[in-house]
């Protein structure tokens, strides 16, 4: 396992971008297939959004597709989450968390051992 670290939360308004950013300690992270996931009061973690490790694939929920973008920085390894045309709903604690290299099917939790603590990304006007 990994340990893995979140930041570029905060309060934003709705319609308003964020970046989210990912790191791990003790090996490249973009040598790892990485997953944002989220996790609003009194609701179920959701997955949102993988990339592949070594190659650039990317896989989206439906929720999310069109508006998050998440993405690698090999020179500085990280893993972003590109939030877009925020809104209320997305108000949550988002995680990074890391698993197999490559992904196939369903990408569900249950496939990532690793997990970080969790950045808190507040939308409201």
């Known amino acids: 396992q990994v340990q893995l670290f979140e930041s570029g939360g905060g309060l934003v308004q709705p319609g308003d971008s964020l970046r989210l950013s990912c790191a791990a300690s003790?090996?490249?992270?973009?040598?790892?297939?990485t997953g944002w996931f989220r996790q609003a009061p009194g609701k179920e973690r959701e997955y949102l959004a993988a990339?592949?490790?070594?190659?650039?694939?990317?896989y989206y929920a439906p929720s999310v597709r069109g508006r998050f973008i998440i993405s690698k920085d090999n020179a500085n390894s990280l893993v972003y989450l590109q939030m877009n045309n925020l809104k209320p709903e997305d108000t949550a604690v988002y995680y990074c968390?890391?698993?197999?290299?490559?992904?196939?099917?369903?990408?569900?939790?249950?496939?990532?051992?690793?997990w970080g603590q969790g950045t808190q990304v507040t939308v409201a006007s």
């Open positions: 003790g090996r490249p992270i973009t040598t790892l297939g």
């Open positions: 990339i592949s490790g070594m190659t650039h694939n990317t």
């Open positions: 968390a890391t698993g197999p290299r490559y992904f196939q099917g369903k990408i569900t939790q249950t496939l990532f051992d690793s």
